[in-house]
């Protein structure tokens, strides 16, 4: 659905001249795609999901949505925005409007939308994650952390994103509160159908959910597989300072003891199956 | 060092110039903290943990309550200063913390603000900068650093008070996973060292499971005051706080389940890593994994 | 455009100038712009310009950074060279439609925008020598005299070190801001005067928020710093002149002893 082809990106840096923060990247996010995308603080993950509605453009290479090059003269940018939704950190502190189901509208009136059609999104996206109707007419302060998060999450919703992209949406929040916005996003998905590219530290939250993992480092995407084989490179990952899930590292270790399971877990769950099936099992001597 | 007697404390909530409701944020809390101790405080968001930590340095005020800081009451007004410089305070948001130019002018704003010596300024921030591990970094600008240099900053800075307990409010939440390690090993190795009685705010269950005590607090009140094994083994009890139980302890608890010999929950990766080699060594003979 | 911002652009070095004391080099700064002010021959200048090029050379700063202190006044500087130029009456040399370029009108204007250059050079190279602590410090201290008047000195130190510290952090902050409305088709690069202006409107409010959530939090940090606004203070580094200042105060006083005597001595210089 969207592709990129060899991006670069610098920033220019008087004091150190040219820093690449992006060099040579390519990708593809297909339909109805889950990736979580990891890696260490300054390694370029901002950078790259910014060209991806494109807010930042790129020094050199190509991005295709749907065959479409982006860059090209023709090709409006409103249309990417639309289609490639960005949902950046603390969303929560972006909110402006006087009552949530105004700020929610902004972004499809912004597209030209009726008020009355973008009413209708924004009454939809609050639906879906999960603000009841009495709150619309009420100030986005008067909320709790967790349901401000997820207005400001609707508010990008409103604008039907076909690819839905998050900056760890879950940061500062308590566990419970976490794992309710990555309940919503898997709901998300479901009903919308759409695409989510998930940014975070945290392997953890990633491994659960995606059904591809992107790991970037020093500017480049140096893994990209399915959790399961990203996860059992535990060497590769722990040089890129990459942490990672503890079950995973608990599991490695176990296997470098010498108990012998397949590969590094990437949960609990796992690890207990692994294990149980190793420990119960009688083994004939 | 820290006595706490049913501490209440209400936050007014205006709705208009006229009208104002009250809400109990801490309602009743009742704590007795040694002197030493490494005390882990969880609880979801609103449970009234930062409150209780703003009371520790006397940033608020009881309503209802005691609280005794060394022996002193915190309503002593004109001790405030005196009792204040006993805490040192990290709080969530390292940016919104640290007000100087470079690391060292940053961690000299306190002493100077208290007419401290020069030399003994001096004195002071190389101590405290080597205890964080920023003494190399002393002249760059705080904007250089990374997220868990910040923080480590602003633990110097509250160690420049030259307090004997340190509280942080959330002190990794805004970090990445290696950040997060870095500033909990700074936070344990001045419990270990220097005796600093620590009282460690946070979501991350897996950061206390070294802790001497955990307290549980939800809706203003505590629901849970034990040793982490004793927490980290009652499901239930966690649940109502909202909070995680570590991977490894959660391990632990399913495999026992499936009836495979873990008798004891168990916290840290290594001990988890050594009983199940055992186990899995005792299962299949000792011999065979020696042939391997 | 708001994002290409800089502020608070101290060059770390260890150079003589450094080490001066901020006084020393606050009073040789005022000193270089009173001596640009003293001279009208542009010959001068060539001067005043070696002087300079002589202390970034000293103080290790490059030159490059020479160019981009100016780099930011640069439509100033080409209007006043235009301006001057077209505006100074005299012996005309060329006319082009309306305008007549004289003779007068070149040196002015070489006058003009060099003085403006020289000036601003010199106040950048201030700003590379020193931290925002050290003048700021430097300018309470110059300045402690006031207190006594009721005018808080100390205070206004203390917003003018906050001031450089949060800056870049708000603009930061905007530029986020930006981002992440433009993500919601807010069109701040393109679309007209009142699409642009909607946009604003989007930022305003979210940045008072951070703003005001950002200056309780850093009252109260300082506050348990122990931060009381009041009594007295002291320094880690207190401000004592040394003999790097002595040798700079004699190096200013000779430097504009020059141009004194030069203009006493032929008035039509």
Known sequence: MLQGKHITFSYQDPAKGKTDVLADVSFEIREHDFIGLIGASGSGKTTLIKHLNGLLKAESGEIFFKGKNIYSKKYPLSELRKKVGLVFQYPEQQLFGRTILKDVMYGPLNLGMSEEEAGKLAKESLELVGIPEEYYQMSPMELSGGQKRCAAIAGVLAMQPEILVLDEPAAGLDPETKHEIFELLCRIREKRNNAIVLVSHHMEDVAQFANRVWVMYKGKIAMDGTPEEVYSRVEELEEMNIGIPQITHLTYSLIKEGVPLPRPAISVEEAEKMLAEILKEEKPL | ?292 | MIRDITIGRYYDSESVIHRMDPRTKLMGVLVYIISLFLVKNVCWYIGCLIVMLVLYKAAGVPFGYLLKGLRGILLLLCFTFLFRMLYTPGDPLIQVWIFTITKQGILKAVQMTARIALMISGASLLSYTSTPKELADGLEKAFSGLEKTGIPVHEMAVIVMIAFRFIPIMLEELNVLMDAQAARGAKFEDGNILEKCKGVMTLLLPLFLLTVRRSSDLAMAMEARGYTGSGKTSRMYPLVYKKEDRAGYLAILIYISVFIIARISSLSF
């Open chain 2, 1 to 292: 060092m820290i006595k706490i007697e049913n501490l209440v404390h209400n936050y007014t909530i205006w709705k208009d110039e006229n009208t104002k409701s009250e809400k109990t944020v801490l309602d009743g809390i009742s704590l007795d903290i040694p002197s030493g101790q490494f005390v882990a405080i969880l609880g979801p968001n609103g449970s009234g943990k930062s409150t209780l930590a703003r009371h520790l340095n006397v940033l608020l005020l009881p309503d209802e309550g005691t609280v005794w800081i060394d022996g002193k009451n915190t309503q002593a007004k004109e001790r405030l200063y005196e009792i204040r410089s006993r805490v040192g305070m990290v709080f969530q948001n390292p940016d919104n913390q640290i007000v100087g130019t470079s690391v060292e002018e940053d961690v000299a704003f306190g002493p100077e603000n208290k007419n401290v010596e020069p030399e003994k300024i001096r004195r002071i921030v190389e101590d405290v900068l080597r205890k964080v591990r920023l003494w190399e970094k002393r002249k760059t600008p705080p904007s250089k650093l990374s997220g868990g240099q910040k923080q480590r900053l602003a633990t110097a800075d509250a160690l420049a008070g030259l307090p004997e307990c340190l509280v942080l409010d959330e002190p990794t939440a805004m970090l990445d996973p290696s950040s997060r390690k870095e500033v909990i090993n700074i936070v344990k190795e001045l419990n270990q060292k220097e005796g600093m009685t620590i009282i460690l705010i946070t979501h991350h269950t897996d950061e206390v499971v070294d802790a001497d005590r955990i307290i549980l607090m939800k809706d203003g009140k505590i629901i849970g005051d034990d040793i982490p094994k004793k927490i980290f083994a009652d499901r239930s009890l966690l649940k109502r706080a909202k909070m995680d139980i570590p991977p490894v302890v959660e391990l632990g608890m399913r495999l026992k389940k499936q009836k495979i010999g873990l008798d004891e929950p168990v916290l840290h990766e290594q001990e988890m890593i050594r009983k199940i080699t055992e186990l899995y060594r005792s299962k299949c003979g000792g011999w065979k994994d020696a042939a391997r």
